[in-house]
């Protein structure tokens, strides 16, 4: 009787749900991810021009390389920038895009034409000069880390989620700082495709089409969404990466704001289709746009405060080798 309960209760209420969810998902992916289509935009032109030109800039980093490599690849790349800068004029993805090429056909071991040289050197000339190029390769060494394990433990180790603010504003510059830091973060092949969207003073609104302030949220100083444009990911290999990329930028941005003394504490994004609609309204968010998580930010008061102790359990339990 158990087992036909828990089926009839699988089949009315589980997989319809599921059905559902699956279904708004995929049909968002089909609507606003990079692929062949006629409808292209701004950042699906700017995910072709990275895609390429990281490729680029991964084989000018290997250190023995096959002779002529990478033909193809530059020669789209330069077809890509010229319609890029054509459509949507000079900026630091188009001096980075050039840039890359100018390292690629200055490296003795890629392929290159005539062709191509000349490709390149009339991007050079449509109002990018040589000093303003940027990318290609860059050095590093391990004496540049200057510290060690402990130390970067015990900064990490000291956050905690905090639910208890003070008054004081986050101010814009320490918002900017956390956001460079996040930049820090991996991006598949640097597609760099994550946002922070800012909600200061009133954003209940948002938090009622996300099981509300649950007694704590509305007292944060700040909301801050972290997004992931799906414009910036193609195949269905890549279904799930906009979370991954998202998932490490706002880590990234949470530690940004833990290093300024700013409490932080992260609300998972409910992905109910009628909420999923109903967060794009209150929030004005492109649809384009995936939402990550929610993290409500503050001040820390003054008094001590209490948090829960979110125990971790030992590393030895979270190695598996093989």
């Known amino acids: 009787m158990k087992k036909i309960k828990s089926l009839i209760r699988l089949l009315i209420f589980i997989i319809p749900k599921t059905v559902i969810a699956f279904k708004y998902d995929l049909f968002r992916w089909l609507r606003f991810s990079l692929r062949d289509s006629d409808r292209i935009t701004k950042q699906q032109r700017q995910a072709k021009l990275l895609l390429n030109l990281h490729a680029l800039e991964k084989g000018l980093s290997f250190p023995d390389p096959r002779e002529g490599w990478g033909y ?64 290609g390769v860059k050095f590093v060494q391990k004496d540049l880390i200057n510290f060690n394990f402990q130390e970067l433990y015990n900064v990490a180790s000291l956050r905690s989620s905090v639910r208890h603010y003070s008054e004081k504003d986050i101010t814009s510059q320490e918002i900017e700082n956390a956001v460079k830091y996040a930049q820090t973060a991996p991006s598949v092949c640097n597609r760099q495709a994550c946002k922070i969207h800012v909600f200061s003073d009133n954003f209940n609104d948002i938090l009622d089409v996300q099981l ?60 109910k289709p009628d909420l999923d609609k109903k967060f794009y309204i209150v929030t004005d968010i492109p649809k384009n746009e995936i939402p990550i998580m929610l993290i409500l930010a503050g001040n820390y008061s003054d008094e001590i405060i209490k948090v829960p102790h979110s125990y971790r359990f030992s590393s030895t339990n979270r190695t598996v080798n093989h």
């Open 72 to 135: 193809q690849k530059a020669f789209l790349l330069s077809k890509y920038t010229h319609k890029y800068i054509t459509d949507c004029g000079i900026d630091d993805l188009a001096r980075l895009s050039v840039g890359v090429l100018d390292a690629f056909i200055n490296d003795p071991l890629t392929g290159k034409s005539e062709t191509l040289i000349h490709n390149v050197e009339l991007l050079k000339q449509i109002g990018i000069e040589k000093k303003d190029l940027i990318g």
């Open 212 to 271: 509300g302030n649950q007694g704590w949220a509305h007292k944060a100083n700040k909301l801050f969404v972290v997004t992931a444009d799906l414009n910036f990911f193609g195949s269905v290999y890549e279904r799930n990466q906009p979370y991954i990329d998202g998932g490490m930028f706002a880590m990234q941005f949470v530690m940004g704001m833990h290093v300024q003394k700013i409490a932080t504490c992260c609300k998972m994004y409910i992905r």
